[in-house]
């Protein structure tokens, strides 16, 4: 039993920035996902790969984590470089770049 502790992305549909700071405990499978014979369907008797605990820090799912005995490996976020633009800039006279139309 492996956990991976991790800050989720948001998805691509996600403009905000709502359950962002919240830090996820999950545990790594354990055994292969396996084809059903009748319907074809993957799966597997590891019942802790459905398990998904959310912490409010980081510190808090590492305490967690010590506690129960559970080996993890801690996934550190990538942050976004943001650069800031106005709209007027595109309408500027000093422009860098000429307009492509």
Do not use: C
């Amino acid at each position: 039993m492996f956990a991976k502790i991790f800050q989720p992305a948001r998805s691509a549909m996600q403009s905000g920035r709502a359950k962002s700071k919240q830090w996820t405990l999950e545990f790594r499978p354990e055994m292969a996902r396996r084809p059903d014979p009748l319907m074809g369907w993957t799966s597997s008797s590891d019942m802790r790969s459905q398990v998904q605990l959310n912490f409010d820090s980081k510190e808090e799912a590492i305490a967690y984590a010590k506690r129960q005995g559970i080996p993890f490996q801690v996934s550190e976020p990538q942050t976004a470089k943001r650069y800031e633009k106005s709209y007027a800039a595109n309408f500027a006279a000093d422009r860098k770049q000429p307009w492509s139309h």
